[in-house]
T-cell receptor
Framework: GNSVTQMEGPVTLSEEAFLTINCTYT??????LFWYVQYPGEGLQLLLK?????DKGSNKGFEATYRKETTSFHLEKGSVQVSDSAVYFC?????????????FGGGTRVLVKP | NAGVTQTPKFQVLKTGQSMTLQCAQD?????MSWYRQDPGMGLRLIHY???????DQGEVPNGYNVSRSTTEDFPLRLLSAAPSQTSVYFC?????????FGPGTRLTVT
C-alpha cells in the first residue's frame, strides 16, 4: 500500500535559517504529493502540491519538487520566520481508483526562535 | 463561504456513552472524510465518502459509524465510547487529493 515517511522532529531553528524537511514515499502509479501545515490549535491547511514528476510546488516562500527517481518531496524554505512555527505534514493521494484518499506522514514539528 | 465546519469543538464522554460529531461543508465537494490525530502518529483515516449515499472504511474504522444523506453533511458516530478513542478528530472535504480541513473536535473519553 501507499506510505509516507518524513523526518521526525522537533526541528528547532533560529529566524532566517534555512529549513529542510525530508519526505519520501512509496506508492503505486503516479500519486499527487502535498505538504500541509498545522498551526497551533488549528486544522490542517494545504501549503503546496505537485501532481507529476519534476513539478515544483511553491507557496509563502516554501518549495518542494516532485522527484520520482528518488520518490521524494522534500520541503524547503530559505529564510524562516517565527510565524513558520507549526507542524508540517507530507501526504500523497493515489490514483483515481483509490479515490481522493490522502496518506499522511507522521508530521514534523518546527519551532523557529527569534 | 464557511468552508468546513465541525461541532462541538470540545467534548468529554464517559466510557460507553455514544455521541455524534457533526461536519458540514458548503463547497459542494463530493469527497468527504474523517481523520483522527493522535500524538506522534499523524492523521489516520477513519471513514470516507465519495458522494451522498456512498461511504467506505478507512484505516481505523472500528467503533465508528458514518452516513452521508446529503452532499453537505457527514456526521461521525461513536457507538460506545472507549478511552482509546480519546483524540482530535478532523473532518475534511475536497477533490483530486486536495483536502480542506475543519478546525477539529477534541474528544476525551474517561
Amino acid at each position: 500500500g501507499n506510505s509516507v515517511t518524513q523526518m521526525e522532529g522537533p526541528v528547532t531553528l533560529s529566524e532566517e535559517a534555512f529549513l529542510t524537511i525530508n519526505c519520501t514515499y512509496t506508492a503505486t502509479g503516479y500519486p499527487s504529493l502535498f505538504w500541509y501545515v498545522q498551526y497551533p490549535g488549528e486544522g490542517l491547511q494545504l501549503l503546496l502540491k505537485a501532481t507529476k514528476a519534476d513539478d515544483k510546488g511553491s507557496n509563502k516562500g516554501f518549495e518542494a519538487t516532485y522527484r520520482k527517481e528518488t520518490t521524494s518531496f522534500h520541503l524547503e524554505k530559505g529564510s524562516v520566520q517565527v510565524s513558520d512555527s507549526a507542524v508540517y505534514f507530507c501526504a500523497l493521494s493515489g490514483n483515481k481508483a483509490a479515490g481522493n484518499k490522502l496518506t499522511f506522514g507522521g508530521g514534523t514539528r518546527v519551532l523557529v526562535k527569534p | 463561504n464557511a468552508g468546513v465546519t465541525q461541532t462541538p469543538k470540545f467534548q468529554v464522554l464517559k466510557t460507553g456513552q455514544s455521541m455524534t460529531l457533526q461536519c458540514a461543508q458548503d463547497m459542494n465537494h463530493e469527497y468527504m472524510s474523517w481523520y483522527r490525530q493522535d500524538p506522534g502518529m499523524g492523521l489516520r483515516l477513519i471513514h470516507y465518502s465519495v458522494g451522498a449515499g456512498i461511504t467506505d472504511q478507512g484505516e481505523v474504522p472500528n467503533g465508528y459509524n458514518v452516513s452521508r444523506s446529503t452532499t453537505e453533511d457527514f456526521p461521525l458516530r461513536l457507538l460506545s465510547a472507549a478511552p482509546s478513542q480519546t483524540s482530535v478528530y478532523f473532518c475534511a472535504s475536497g477533490g483530486r487529493g486536495e483536502q480542506y480541513f475543519g478546525p477539529g473536535t477534541r474528544l476525551t473519553v474517561t
